[in-house]
């Protein structure tokens, strides 16, 4: 403690020694001083030449304060340089707030939020969403900032100033984490072996990470035109089912680099030669379909965690088997 307070009054005192020197190119205010307390003419003589009608008394004062009004704005003006000079340092562990830094750099913050507990994880997120103040973290919190690089020791930042500072590359790494980037390819034919006539068609969702897509949902939106068939309803938009699963099963999830199928439609031929489709889980009753008809269905999959996705089918007759085709 003693050694801190020892280098704390070193430094300031370098500081004004430094700003004296710098006074020194322009006058010669040491001279000032020696004139002051001595009172042996000098600058002394000067000043109560040049303002007549003081005393000099008044005149020695007036000299003491004005060369200590100039060593205080000095020193303030340097602390504020350097500082300001702090600020905009890059080193090692430092990333500069805007837009033109290297894959290095960013590297080099993502790193630090990689070493935090998830604990830690969602309280730097926290204060980075301004959801609560850096002093509301508790003293555990403020530790594993601290051990994961959250402060400089000798530079000064706490973990408050150092999360203002990089709150850019913090919120974009947790926007990274967070959200997903899908895919969608097909439609995939599968014939059915038990039955003649009967073709499904599938759709597959791939999550390429670099997070777990959250509850996708696929939707056949609109048709123009759609089905002439009375019995369909036309009653958008209807929910797509995954392949195995029912349409009033809970949330479920899908893991970076795995897939989802979801059958878009089914297709079969009756004993009488005519064909019929199925579009949706919710409404399933057969829909026929004839020579010249071509449906185009534009269907989206919404996810909570990912840019929602929009496509285009189109459902025809073609001799006599339905075909299933992606147009966009």
């Known amino acids: 403690m003693a050694d801190n307070r020892f280098w704390r009054w070193y430094d300031r005192g370098a500081r004004a020694d430094f700003g004296g020197t710098l006074l020194g190119f322009i006058f010669d205010w040491k001279g000032w001083i020696a004139g002051a307390f001595s009172g ?9 030449a040049a303002i007549d009608g003081r005393s000099p008394l008044d005149v020695w004062v007036l000299a003491l304060v004005v060369v200590a009004a100039l060593v205080a704005i000095v020193y303030f003006s340097i602390s504020i340089l350097e500082k300001y000079k702090k600020s905009g340092r890059i080193d090692s562990g430092a990333i500069a707030p805007h837009e ?23 309280a730097l997120y926290r204060v980075a969403t301004a ?6 973290l508790n003293v555990e919190m403020k530790g594993e900032l601290d051990r994961s690089g959250f402060v400089k020791p000798g530079v000064g930042y706490a973990p408050a100033e150092f999360i203002e500072r990089y ?10 984490q967070t959200h997903t ?20 068609w599938r759709m597959k969702l ?15 939106r609109s048709a123009n035109p759609g089905p002439n068939d009375a019995g369909w309803n036309a009653d958008y938009p209807y929910p797509i089912a995954r392949v195995g699963h029912t349409l009033d099963e809970p949330e479920y999830q899908i893991n970076p680099g795995d897939d989802e199928n979801f059958e878009v439609v089914m297709g079969w031929k009756n004993e ?7 579009l949706s889980q919710r409404d399933a009753r057969p829909i026929s379909i004839d020579s010249g008809e071509r449906w185009n269905f534009t269907y989206e999959i919404t996810v909570k965690n990912a840019p929602s996705i929009t496509f285009k089918l189109q459902v025809f007759r073609s001799a006599d088997e339905v075909n299933v085709v992606r147009v966009s």
Request: aromatic share 10%.
């Open 40 to 48: 042996s003419g000098g600058a002394m003589i000067f000043i109560k």
């Open 181 to 200: 980037v899908l895919s969608i390819s097909g439609p995939h034919v599968l014939r059915e072996t038990r039955y003649k006539y009967q073709c499904r």
């Open 206 to 220: 791939h999550n390429a990470g670099p997070a777990t897509a959250i509850n996708p949902q696929m939707k056949l």
């Open 131 to 136: 959801e609560i103040e850096a002093d509301q």
């Open 167 to 176: 709150r850019p590359f913090i919120l974009q790494w947790f926007r990274e």
């Open 100 to 122: 033109d830094f290297s894959d290095e750099m960013r590297s080099n913050i993502y790193q630090k939020i990689e070493r935090l507990l998830p604990e830690a994880k969602h």
């Open 272 to 278: 009488g030669g005519q064909l019929f489709v199925t």
